[in-house]
């Protein structure tokens, strides 16, 4: 059963299975996959058998008037109706038992801002893009959206949930094998779309309540963004861009820095790079690689009209790198939108309850 | 007044085997179209029922904003044109012309009322504030819904009127060939189907009247 | 009266693209048939235009971070596409083309019911198509096809353009649709009673029924989504109490159907193609016929299935799975059936039949995964990946753009009396099917893997499956290209076609090629179905009526 299991995952090219969830739909998988291919290539190669064995012998050869009898078409409509009604018979469930999380489940909430994953465990611990959940005990996330619809994807649990802005959807897992596993954002939400990559690391239990207490405690100040482990230093996901990102959400730029065009205590970062950007003292500057880690060292030297001097330094908690890749982060954030006006997002209601 | 072999053979289309057929298929034309209005207003009774579903008390509220002395005067109005354009149906079958266009000028002028009134009403709410949406700044009611009981109230009631309008220039069209005598026992479609036109528009507001105004 | 009726002395009139000269006397036509060639020209500048901007799309996909785009521009890319391909093509190609141009011969009748208001459509097609693109390029539109709202409704960039050349496009795919309907209705020649209407047009009268009753519900839906991102009206702004889920119920209410609009008139098509090259009449004319108006009639219930993930009532997604397990059904008696009509048949392999098997593979596969993904849970693992965008475009490419050229093939000599080189026409049809199976195959295996659909950049594990997808497009856009030129050799210096090449039976062909102006010089009468070949060639098709 486990071989088969491996050799039809890895035929199907199917990430790993992360919970007894995704295993038993990759069975309802692989179980449609088989006989859907059975019915469709004995049609096809009764079509194909006829090609050969019908074809015209002379250009205006007379032909049978053929017609169905009735039992021909019971069988046409008989088979395929018992053959999908089973599949939705194994599905509907599953699905059902998706939607109904279990009782002491460990709440977890979700909020999807472009572009970013924001997880938020009661009483404990913030962080951004990162989930750490416990190897073995179910997890309820409860989702929302700060802005436009975003869509909680983890490939390895095989699950996909809307988050919706204005409402609180819901979504349950117990993931059992102990990894690291991509998150990504299924609904379309605009130019860093593909970039909202977040990951599910599923702990050993014992290590898990580790973690929260460690948290809990407050040990660590930076701990509010989700501090990153040294294992997640090393960033396997790739680009410069996507590594300025991460760093500026584990420092708490967002909180007062929009990526999305919409006004919040500090400059939008959107179609920042390359502006002229008008400062207090008057003067006009282009906001170039210079400008923007100038602003990062020194903030209050070059504050931008309209805005306070509230921002912290940075000098000794960034790096070098670490400032060059938000450099570029902020270089990527590019609408090239011939209308510039600011963004309006629907205001966060959060529901009472619970 | 044309006899009826004088009119016939000019009316029919090339494609068309016989009148019959030919206004067979205008008919038919026309009731497939009514279809397509109906599903283009069912989208916003659609959005009514949610909203009025998801806000019930704000829906109740808002909607004693409505003018309803104005609303119930329209509802007359448009059923009394209804009545009209039945009218203008029934003599353009038998010819009587000029009566077809009296009877249509009065369908019209109806139609104008209620254009007036329905002006008269969106006036006072865009003075109190009482808009749309994000446009919504009346003082006198607040909360959840009151907003987007406007929001509905003004697509369903401006989509409406957008019909009567509309309605008004097709009658007027008709009216014009009444005038030049072209309607009689053996061809009166155009009346007919543009009299449909006008039923329906009048049945919408049969709707909308109590969703928006009594309920 | 018994005379092959092509030849006969009373069509001595000169045909539809002889009778009369000069660009005004297209742009003012009220001939159905010329009014089908102007939608063949219109469409397939906007098939060639959705190709460009599938092929950027396709390029950018060639490796995991940028390769020829920024992101703004690629999410453009993808929404001129979608917008393109269906509102330009897959919609109206079909009915527009094969459509106006056949049903009247099929059923012997001059012309549609209303020739005015056919000729209408072309200029609202136009005047659509103008006012969707110059606002898309101006606007820089990125909301995807599907205008999914909030994001529509507060993006930086322009969408009212489009959500309104569209609303004028729905318009005129209405009036084509009523257009069709009373034609059925009203104007069949004496003997073509509704059991022997060519199954071309009972699948064109099944798609019309859904293009009137549910085009205008889109047409309401896109002018809220501009008056709520104009004048901020909230009709779907959470933060104004507005649902933006309505927003997906009344789009798929509509954009669910749109789907059967583009696939039940290729289905005609094949259906058609079948019983010519096969010389057999249609097994089981009857399911045939009635699956059409039960894909058209479930098709109104099944639009919850595009809504599993997104929160609505278990309840609701277990019945709109249920319902679109019908959807497949219907689909499958019609697969089936037209297995069968090849049993005893009498089969020609010539390009049109290639496409017809291309057709049959790529739908049944597209069918079953369709299947697949109404089983409910499946679909929480595919929902919005490269599985639903290769499921999609095998019904859509596989399914319809095999058909339409499977019906162009067929139908191009009745349509302008030449004939084009099989030999290319055969090898740009292998060439098709390859290329085609090279490009989505691959992306069904990148939505199993997890890849979500419109993504920009992407982690390296998807990259060897992207290339291959990739190279398959540049094999597919080359099919292409080969067929538009050897068709536009055709009608240079193609050979004269004669008026029956495929000596079939339908209907139609019982005019000269091209026809002439005034279709028939009187009104056919029959008094068989279309495509009976149980006796010999000499049989007679049609009789005068005096």
Known sequence: MNLLNEFLRHLLFLPQQASEWARQLDYLHYFVFVTAMLGAWTTLATATVFVFRYRRKHAEQSTPIVDPKPIHEAVFIGLPLVLFLAYFAIGYPQYVRLQTPPRGAIDVYVQGKKWMWKFAYPDGPNSTDVLRVPAGRPVRLLMTSRDVIHSFYVPALRLKQDALPGRYTQVWFNADAPGRYPIFCAEYCGLGHSAMLGELVVMPAAEWDAWVEQQRRGGNPRAQDGQPTAAEDVDLRGSIVEQGRRIAAVQGCFKCHSVDGSQHIGPTWLDLYGRSVKLENGKTIVADEAYLTRSMMEPNAEIVAGYKGVMPTYQGKLTGPDAAAITEFIKSLRTDAPTAEPQKGPAYVPVTGK | MHTDAAVAPSRLAHHFPDMKTQEHAARMGMWLFLSTEILLFAVLFTAYALYRFLFPVGFEEASKLAHVAMGATNTVVLITSSLTVALAIHYARHGENRKVVGLLAVTILAGAIFMVLKGIEYHHHWVDGQLPGSLYHYAGLKGPGVSMYFTVYFLMTGLHGLHVLIGMGVLAWVAVRAARGEFGPSYSTPVELSGLYWHLVDLIWIFLFPLLYLV | ?546
Do not use: C
Request: avoid cysteine; hydrophobic fraction near 50%; glycine fraction near 10%.
């Open chain 3, 1 to 546: 009266m018994s005379q092959s009726p092509a030849s006969s002395p009373v069509y001595n009139e000169p045909n539809y693209l002889d009778a009369e000269k000069g660009l005004r006397s297209w742009l003012t036509t009220l001939d159905h048939k010329r009014i089908g060639v102007m939608y063949l020209v219109l469409t397939l500048v906007g098939f060639f235009l959705g190709g460009v901007f599938a092929l950027l799309i396709r390029l950018e996909l060639l490796t995991p971070g940028p390769t020829i785009m920024d992101a703004m521009t690629y999410n453009r890319m993808f929404t001129l596409h979608g917008v393109v391909m269906i509102f330009l093509f897959m919609i109206p190609a079909i009915p527009g083309i094969f459509g106006n141009f056949f049903i009247p011969l099929m059923i012997g009748a001059q012309d549609v019911a209303f020739p005015r208001i056919n000729l209408l459509s072309v200029y609202l097609y136009l005047a659509g198509a103008a006012i969707a693109l110059v606002g898309m390029i101006n606007g820089g539109t990125d909301t995807g096809w599907t205008f999914y709202t909030p994001y529509s409704t507060t993006t930086v960039t322009t969408v009212a353009p489009v959500l309104l050349g569209a609303f004028i496009l729905g318009m005129g795919s209405i009036v084509t649709g009523l257009n069709f309907i009373v034609t059925v209705h009203t104007m069949r020649a004496p003997g073509v009673t509704w059991m022997r209407l060519p199954l071309f047009v009972w699948a064109m009268y099944a798609t019309s029924v859904i293009q009137v009753l549910a085009t205008p519900v889109l047409g309401m839906t896109l002018l809220l989504v501009a008056f709520e991102k104009v004048f901020g009206f909230g009709i779907f702004d959470p933060a104004r109490g507005g649902d933006p889920i309505l927003f997906q119920h009344l789009f798929w209410f509509y954009s669910h159907p749109a789907v059967y609009i583009m696939i039940l008139p290729a289905m005609g098509v094949v259906s058609e193609v079948v019983q010519t090259f096969a010389r057999k009449n249609m097994f089981g004319y009857k399911a045939v016929a009635f699956s059409s108006l039960g894909i058209a009639f479930v098709g109104f219930f099944v639009w919850g299935h595009h809504l599993f993930t997104s929160g609505q009532s278990t309840f609701a997604s277990g019945v709109f799975g249920v319902l679109s397990m019908f959807v497949g059904l219907f689909t499958a008696i019609k697969v089936f059936n037209w297995t069968a009509t090849m049993y005893k048949g009498a089969i020609q392999v010539s390009a049109p039949f290639v496409y017809f098997m291309g057709f049959l593979y790529f739908l049944v596969f597209g069918g079953l995964t369709g299947i697949a993904l109404s089983t409910v849970s499946l679909d929480v693992h595919w929902q919005d990946t490269y599985f639903v965008v290769a499921h999609f475009h095998f019904i859509m490419v596989g399914g319809t753009i095999m058909a339409f050229l499977a019906g162009l093939h067929y139908w191009w000599p009745k349509m302008f009396g030449k004939m084009y080189s099989e030999r290319w026409a055969l090898a740009a049809a292998v060439l098709v099917i390859i290329g085609f199976n090279a490009t989505f195959i691959p992306q069904f295996l990148l939505g199993n893997m997890g890849m979500p659909r419109r993504y920009y950049s992407y982690p390296e594990q998807f990259w060897p499956l992207n290339v291959a997808s990739t190279a398959g497009a540049s094999l597919l856009a080359f099919g292409f290209t080969l067929i538009l030129f050897y068709l536009i050799a055709s009608l240079v210096k193609g050979r004269a076609s004669g008026p029956n090449p495929w000596l079939s039976r339908g209907y139609e062909w019982n005019t000269p090629s091209p026809p002439s102006l005034q279709n028939f010089p009187q009104t056919p009468e029959y008094d068989r179905g279309p495509h009976e070949y149980q006796d010999g060639p000499a049989a007679a098709e049609v009789k005068h009526a005096h």
